[in-house]
């Protein structure tokens, strides 16, 4: 129904900026929510932010708060992650996900139907 694709990801420097982007080649009347998780090496994959498609409400985990920003292009039907004052241990791959669950956006894995291949961002000390 909807396919998700991620880019933007790259090497930056432990303090720079890095912007993500997920793009939907599919569309989908059904996706209420899209959100952005992240998945470090050797641990297992946690929630970052997510925007409800509906008003443009966002979500972020305590770890990006302030420092994170995720919008929306609903033209464009792409979701961007601005990610500022990056730290090393905001490096992971980096994976846009949808679900048509309704309400507040939900932060665990299984409640999202599509998901992208991910994006890999490292972030130097």
């Known amino acids: 129904q909807v396919q998700l694709v991620e880019s933007g990801g790259g090497l930056v420097q432990s303090g720079g900026s890095l912007r993500l982007s997920c793009a939907a080649s599919?569309?989908?009347?059904?996706?209420?929510?899209v959100a952005w998780f992240r998945q470090a090496p050797g641990k297992e994959r946690e929630f970052a932010a997510a925007i409800r498609w509906s008003d443009g409400y966002t979500d972020y985990a305590d770890s990006v708060k302030g420092r994170f920003t995720i919008s929306r292009d609903n033209a464009k039907n792409t979701v961007y992650l601005q990610m500022n004052s990056l730290k090393p241990e905001d490096t992971a791959v980096y994976y846009c996900a949808a679900t048509a669950v309704i309400g507040v956006p939900p932060r665990r894995t299984y409640a999202y139907n599509y998901w992208g291949q991910g994006t890999q961002v490292t972030v130097s000390s």
């Open positions: 599919r569309r989908s009347v059904s996706t209420n929510t």
